[in-house]
């Protein structure tokens, strides 16, 4: 009963997606396939060069640690991610450094990818978070 009027409150959509998420989902880092692993890594640069906060948001797995240069915090929550502001997100050097990201080898670690040019930072780190491809970290 509860399911079906999950169901109904959201459409249809997003609980029928979810449970077929789980069912096929990754389940950890090193389950990920390049092809996927290249997708999310591709749809990460988009989102970054076109300074799409809400974009990031949505693909960012909660509590998400965002490493300032003066200082690391962790976000609890979309709505928080959001009070950071594009300015504080998107800065020249992220943008630099995830233009520059070869998206074709990228290699899986315990952390999860690293998206970043030759320097390595800044950096975007995603991993899996519940069977799905999710941001797990920013670096600056």
Do not use: C, H, W
């Not at 970054?48 to 965002?66: C, F, H, K, Q, R």
């Amino acid at each position: 009963g509860e399911k079906l009027m999950l169901y109904s409150i959201y459409g249809g959509t997003p609980l029928y997606l979810r449970q077929i998420d789980n069912e096929t989902g990754f389940e950890d880092n090193f389950a990920v396939d390049d092809a996927s692993a290249k997708d999310f890594a591709q749809q990460l640069k988009l989102i970054v060069m076109s300074e799409d906060l809400e974009g990031l948001a949505d693909l960012t797995g909660y509590p998400v640690y965002v490493g300032f240069s003066d200082e690391g915090v962790s976000v609890e929550s979309k709505e928080e991610f959001m009070e950071l502001g594009s300015e504080t997100v998107f800065t020249k050097e992220l943008k630099d450094s995830v233009a520059a990201a070869d998206d074709s080898a990228l290699s899986p670690s315990m952390a999860g990818f690293v998206l970043a040019g030759e320097s390595g930072r800044p950096n975007i780190i995603f991993g899996v978070v519940d069977g799905k491809l999710m941001v797990k970290g920013i670096n600056y």
